[in-house]
């Protein structure tokens, strides 16, 4: 049957009207919902859904048990709320964070030399003087405790005494040393001698021997004393060898008087006589090349080398201009001498006109736009020198060392192995060889392939066995690898050798890490000016020698020195940030750490003190960005995933900071950081028993004495205390004031009732006399602390007319009838002086410890109309127990003596004291009172 449009009208109406009422119901019987009807015109706005994987919820809370509902009673006591234990363990300190050592060369960098060599930050000071002297009182003592006194080397006259035969009694046969010297060992020593001195004597002069006379020293007179003819007369002067001064006037001798004569051994005459080997002719340019060549690598020792190489090279050139060759030994003598502009004019027209294709032109041209710090031109004109020869290895050696210098270390490998494959395999080229496979072998440590570094580094070495460096390359991967004893044994030999900036410091650092700190400092200051371009390297690690040894200013001086030779360094900038932040010097040290982590991506230490610094100003995301920063470049430091889980938990993210301390505990179980934080992480999620193993670990783990150990200990006993401690909070929200523990005092004109929410104290006093509030019901050996939050209202128009004391008090009595005062604390805020100021003492009495009663004023301001809240608290202590006093979260007084024997009952509350006529307006918002149970 159809129905009838009423009737579809009807049974809409109808369900409509259904709806409606059902909405009304629910809302009626819902006393959080309300009814509000929209009006018509209303856009309702989007409501944005927060991302709960960013801002994850940390734990679900509890409800509020400070505040009371409806149906608790006004005195009810609850438990406090958990302890804040996270800001109780701070960033941990300078003598808990490691250190990073400093590296022995540029190439390993920062990327690998945290995975490996690290150093407790905590080391007692140490007393290099001190150590000094008793090292010189020791070898003193075994000089004189010595059969033979004379003898200067104790270590000699150890060795004969081992060896000698177990039936010797004759001491000169014990110790061959002392016995006496036979005629022909005299004169073996005195020959020796002799000959030493005749070889400094070369050095010095020129020599004569005469047929007449014996060996004559001094200087040949000759005009042309380099091409004295056979005839030719010598004519010499006479020279003291001590002295230095003429002896006499010249002598002259003809040649057949002559045995021989020779000039001093000096570079200058060595030029002079090779020079005129020389023929300077046509088709003779690269012999003179050469020549020139070998006079300008003598240029440092002698001056006139520098001009003599000039010349030669000058006349190579003009000789033979089409010799590529020629030009480029004469650009290096330019630059040799200062002359950037002529050598950059000369290397240009050669890149530029007929030599663009010369692959040694655009390299020379490159050597020198780095030395100019033209970093980009540099690699663009050895990257163009690349491509112009594929299988010439001189262009991508030069590349991979740009690049390496720069802290590419991948882009250096690739490079440097490509000249690898194409090094020269001639005679003459053992030296070029050592310095490819070395380079290389400095590429692979960088990235971190330690064992084709040390492979690399050997090979170095088998093509120049005296190359030191790739010794000392081979070393540091021992070092890297825990190889002390050969590491050392390696580094020894290439000292005695040649000693080498780069072998002192790696075995420098041997030593420190053995604590050999006397040693280690003789090797940094040994290195100092060996190597002037990279004197921030064993500056830096002598400053860290005095870090760990507990000498900062001297550190502090030597970074400095350091900076000064290399301002870019990375080490020696963390180094001064990290003794700034020791030091207080929080924005000081931020700019340091940034440019340490600008200078060296890869270097993650700057990022963990950036984080830090950070979360000590409470910029907990910031520092958390520097930590994961720090955790790409390092993922097994356990270290940085503690203190990035520790900020975590400061930045109350205790979800994600359990996470991070498993992370670090998974790579260092026995991390104390990681450790402790995971104990806070289960003390905040209430898992008792999980907190007290994990801090159970630390306390059984750690020395005594250790600050991790003594933190888990202390932290144990506090949660333990704090557990058994309840709150009781009096808001005041009541009709009615004096119920309960409270204990109205009144005097005549003054009233004490509720007000809105306030306990009030107000009117006129009618007669002198006290009025307040009162609670006695306090355990003297329960009582931890009181809190009351007043306000002092303005009551009359006159200081004259305020005449009236706030006292917040906690009392105890003694004798029968509690009538004598025993012990008593107070905080008063005294009636105004006639100069209107309001003085605010402590008054204290504690009839065991002194007699009478002691007021202390203290420099508090406490004008009409301002929220004070005052706090007495007590120590858990019960041996010793010492309180405190705390107006507006400042401690103005500390360390008052509670009384040991706590029998008995604390009166506490909030007095007024006035004279008579004296109005008075005081409100209290709240009382806080913290008692212990069953204590």
Known sequence: MAMRREQVIFIITLGLTGL????????????VQSITWPKKDRKVAAQRVPDITQFPTL????????KRDLFTAPTDSHPLPKLQLGPALPPPSPDSVEWLMPPTTPAPGMRLWHLYLRMPARVDKFDFAEAAAAAKSAAEQSNAESPNPTN?????????????????QNPTTQNPAAAPKSAAEQAAEQAAQAQLDEETLAKRYDRLNLKEAPLMWGRILNPKKYEIK???????????????????????????????????????????????????????????????????????????????????????????????????????????????????????????????????????????????????????????????????????????????????????????DASFRNEPTGVGDATIRARIRRRLAEAQLAIGNIASAGELFEKARNADPNDGVAATGSAVVMMLNKQTAPAMELL???????????????RGILKLASKDYPGAKADFEAAIGLDPVRDVRPLSALAFLYIVTDHRDEAMATIERALQ??????????????????????????????????ADLGFVEPLMEMGLLAAAQDLYEAADRYYAKAAEFDVKNANLFALRGLNLLLWQQTRRA?????????????????????????????????????????RDSRADGDRFKTYAIETLQKISIHDHKQ??????????????????????????????????????????????????????????????????????????????????????????DNAELDFEIAIVREKKRIDGSTPVKIRLRNARVFEGKQEIEIPFQWPVDKVVTVRIEVSDDDSAPLGRVIIDNQIVKSDIKFPRERNGMYDLGVETSGDTGSPVSVSIDTIKVVTRENP
Request: hydrophobic residues 40%.
């Open 492 to 506: 020894n030999a290439t000292i005695a050798a040649k000693p080498a900036a780069g072998a002192l410091l790696a």
């Open 152 to 168: 200067p080397s104790t270590a000699q006259y150890t060795q004969n005494a081992t060896t000698q035969s177990p039936g010797a």
């Open 658 to 698: 359990k996470d991070t301390f498993i992370t670090a505990l998974r790579i260092d179980r026995d991390n104390p950081v990681a450790r402790i934080g995971q104990a806070l992480c289960e003390y905040m999620d209430d898992n008792t028993m999980a907190m007290n193993r994990e801090f159970g670990t630390v």
């Open 59 to 66: 734990t679900v809370p509890g409800p509020d048990k400070s």
């Open 20 to 31: 409606l009422g059902w909405q009304l119901y629910a809302a009626l019987n819902d006393p």
């Open 727 to 816: 709150e009781w909070v009096d808001t005041f929200e009541r009709i009615v004031l004096g119920n309960n523990n409270w204990t109205l005092i009144h005097v005549p004109g003054v009233d004490v009732k509720d007000v809105m929410g306030e306990a009030r104290i107000e009117g006129e006093f009618g007669n002198a006399g006290i009025s307040g509030i009162n609670c006695s019901t306090i355990k003297c050996v329960s009582y931890c602390s009181l809190e009351a939050t007043l306000n002092v209202q303005p009551a009359g128009k006159t200081p004259a007319e305020n005449r009236v004391d706030v006292i917040t008090y906690l009392r105890a009595f003694k004798g029968r």
């Open 230 to 416: 056979d005839d030719e007369a010598i004519v010499f002067q006479i020279y003291d060898k001590i002295s230095g001064r003429a002896f006499g006037k010249p002598l002259t001798r003809q040649r057949a008087d002559v045995i021989s004569y020779q000039l001093a051994k000096t570079i200058r005459n060595d030029i002079e006589i090779k020079k005129r080997k020389v023929i300077w002719g046509a088709g003779n340019e690269s012999k003179i090349r050469e020549f020139g060549l070998w006079c300008l690598s003598l240029g440092d020792d002698e001056p006139f080398a520098i001009e003599e190489s000039g010349r030669q090279l000058k006349k190579a050139v003009e000789l033979a201009p089409q010799d590529p060759a020629n030009q480029l030994a004469l650009g290096r003598w330019h630059e040799a001498n200062y002359h950037y502009e002529d050598a950059w004019k000369l290397y240009r027209s050669m890149t530029e006109g007929d030599f663009r294709a010369n692959p040694e032109a655009w390299v020379a041209r490159a050597e020198l736009e780095r030395r100019l710090h033209l970093d980009k031109d540099a690699q663009l004109s050895l990257e163009r020198a690349a491509t112009l020869d594929s299988s010439n290895y001189l262009p991508k050696l030069v590349l991979g060392e740009f690049y390496l210098l720069q802290g590419r270390a991948n882009e250096a490998a690739s490079a440097l």
């Open 565 to 598: 030779n290399d301002p870019t360094d990375a080490y020696a900038h963390y180094l001064r940030g990290r003794l700034r932040r020791d030091a207080g010097e929080s924005e000081a040290a931020r700019e340091d750490q940034k440019f340490a982590v600008m």
